[in-house]
Structure formats: structure tokens, C-alpha cells
């Protein structure tokens, strides 16, 4: 900032010294237009809706956020709650896990005194403390195998092999309930093909190609699912081959494709944080431009609109 002390100062100095410092104004100048010309260009984007775009009405949206004014007149009202179990109120805790679901138990017992080591008697009318615990087993899978003898028949002069269950050749690999995990972090969770790789690797300690999660998609195809891929923000592999990946895959069977990797490329920074891996944080405030700068409100409004779209369509047909 040029004060008068320093426009003084810089006044009794050469030509010169004058011409630089006039060139290195002008050039922080024209910095920091280019900046506000970049910031008022993602305003003006964010803050197109149904009114004064193509956008469609359905990517509107009506909720406010809430005001700070407002939050603090709230906390001034007198007589409000404070957080936590009320004075008076009977206390609320989780239920216990019932026996029937019970895997383990533990007893423990004590016969001496902690205090003065004297010999204690069970009180057989009075309940235990019970401390309850869920854990992930080590290996949180089960692996079948089933074999199919062969057999040789003189007469035919063939081998035959022992008849499998109908369902078991039907299902292959990924039985029923891992079946449904795969769609539930494909479709849900909106996880990559290589997420989910690593999750069965790193949790279930199973090794999946890419190939076969294709696979496990054609059979929930077939089965009348529609699933819905989606791209994501970050470029950890460094050329987005698990992007071009999923576009494929989404063209190769024309399932819908939830492009999020395209909608956040305006954002500063593309929508990431530092670690070029998460996402930038916001409230859901649609309607807030200050907000819509940060990526996760555009991963929720876009996910809406991907179903609304998706919807319709089916809805024409």
C-alpha cells in the first residue's frame, strides 16, 4: 500500500528507481485484476438457475442458509436448552446386543477383598456389569470350494464330472451378499473400480480385477438394475485412466454416467484440497455463490440432478 511516507520517500529517489517501482505496481495491478476477473466468472457460473440459463428447474433450490444473526438471537434466548440429557429426564443408552447374538462372552470373578483381602461370597441376586464389544473379524470373509469329481464311464468311453448346484454355477465368484456390497459401493458410495479393489484388498483381503467388477455389473444388468458410474475429482494416478476407465465401461453397456470430474473442473483448484485428493468442504447452500466455490455442495446438487435426469428418463420411456 502506498502511503504518503513512501510516495515522499520514493519522490526524492532517481528516475529510475521511480520507473521500477511504477513497473512493480503496475504488474501486482495486473495480477490482481486477472484474479477478480477469474473470481467474478465462477460467481457469474455458480450463480446461473432455472431464471437466467438452460439449467433446468429441477437444479434449483429454494432452502436458505441460516443466518448467523439469527443463530446468535438463539443463543441468547433465555431459558434454552443446553445440549445432553435434560435434569429429570430418565437417562437413554444403547440396548444391549441380545444372547442370541452374542459370539464370545467373558466372565470375570474376584475372591478377595481389594480393601482389606478378605474372602467375598457371589451375590447371586444381583445383575453383572456388562461391558459389550463389536469388532471386525481378521478375516471378514468366508471362502467356499466346492469340487466336481471326475468320472469315467467305460461304456461311453467320457468323463464326467459330478453336477454342481444350479446356483453356485450361476453365481461364481461373488456370492449374494458380496454381490451386494459391490453395487452398494459402486451405486451408493459412488466409489471407483479401483476403490473398490482396494477396499476388497486392504479389507476383505481379496484380490479383484477390474475385469471381473465389470462382470459383476453385466449380472446386476441382467438382473434389471440400473446402475449409475460415476467419475471422480482427483487425478492421483496421474493420467486419468480410472476416469477414461469408467466413461468406457458406462459407453460399452450405455448405462448412465455421472460425470463429476467435469463439474468441478471451474473450481478453485479443480474442487481439492492440498492433498490433490479430497474434497473442498462447504454447507449445502445451492443458492450461496460463496459456497458453491468448495466441491462437496456440487458432488451433492450433482448427484440430485444425475437421479432427477435419470428419472425422467425412464419415466419418457
Known amino acids: 500500500m502506498m502511503t504518503r511516507k513512501k510516495a515522499r520517500r520514493l519522490s526524492r529517489q532517481s528516475p529510475q528507481a521511480i520507473e521500477d517501482q511504477f513497473y512493480q505496481q503496475g504488474l501486482a495491478i495486473d495480477s490482481l485484476e486477472k484474479k477478480v476477473q477469474e473470481q467474478q466468472r465462477i460467481i457469474a457460473q455458480l450463480s446461473k438457475n432455472s431464471s437466467n440459463s438452460h439449467k433446468p428447474p429441477s437444479s434449483d433450490d429454494i432452502t436458505k442458509p441460516k443466518s448467523k444473526n439469527k443463530k446468535k438471537k438463539k443463543k441468547e434466548k433465555p431459558g434454552k436448552r443446553s445440549p445432553g440429557g435434560q435434569p429429570g429426564h430418565p437417562k437413554h443408552e444403547r440396548p444391549l446386543f441380545p444372547p442370541e447374538e452374542i459370539n464370545a462372552s467373558y466372565d470375570y470373578t474376584q475372591t478377595l477383598c481389594p480393601h482389606c483381602a478378605d474372602q467375598m461370597t457371589p451375590m447371586e441376586d444381583q445383575d453383572?456389569?456388562?461391558i459389550q464389544q463389536v469388532e471386525i473379524p481378521q478375516?471378514?470373509?468366508r471362502i467356499e470350494e466346492h469340487l466336481s469329481y471326475p468320472m469315467w464311464c467305460e461304456t461311453c468311453q467320457t468323463i464326467h464330472y459330478g453336477p454342481?448346484?444350479?446356483d453356485v454355477v450361476k453365481e461364481g465368484l461373488f456370492k449374494e451378499r458380496i454381490t451386494a456390497l459391490t453395487?452398494?459401493?459402486?451405486?451408493?458410495?459412488?466409489a471407483s473400480y479401483s476403490t473398490i479393489r482396494k477396499f476388497f484388498?486392504?479389507?476383505l483381503h481379496l484380490h479383484v480385477s477390474r475385469g471381473y467388477l465389470r462382470k459383476v455389473i453385466e449380472n446386476l444388468i441382467d438382473e434389471n438394475v440400473l446402475p449409475i458410474l460415476a467419475t471422480k475429482a482427483d487425478n492421483l494416478e496421474g493420467d486419468n485412466s480410472i476416469n477414461q476407465v469408467i466413461v468406457r465401461v458406462a459407453a460399452d453397456y450405455e448405462i448412465p454416467l455421472w460425470n463429476f470430474w467435469l463439474a468441478v473442473q471451474p473450481l478453485p483448484n479443480h474442487g481439492l484440497q492440498e492433498d490433490g485428493f479430497h474434497l473442498t468442504k462447504a454447507g449445502p447452500y445451492f443458492d450461496d455463490p460463496?459456497?458453491?466455490?468448495?466441491a462437496w455442495p456440487w458432488r451433492n446438487l450433482t448427484a440430485l440432478q444425475t437421479l432427477d435426469a435419470v428419472l425422467e428418463a425412464v419415466k419418457a420411456k
Open 139 to 141: 478375516a471378514p470373509i
Open 290 to 294: 460463496s459456497h458453491m466455490l468448495s
Open 164 to 166: 454342481l448346484p444350479p
Open 128 to 130: 453383572p456389569q456388562v
Open 201 to 203: 484388498r486392504d479389507i
Open 183 to 190: 453395487a452398494y459401493l459402486k451405486h451408493v458410495c459412488h
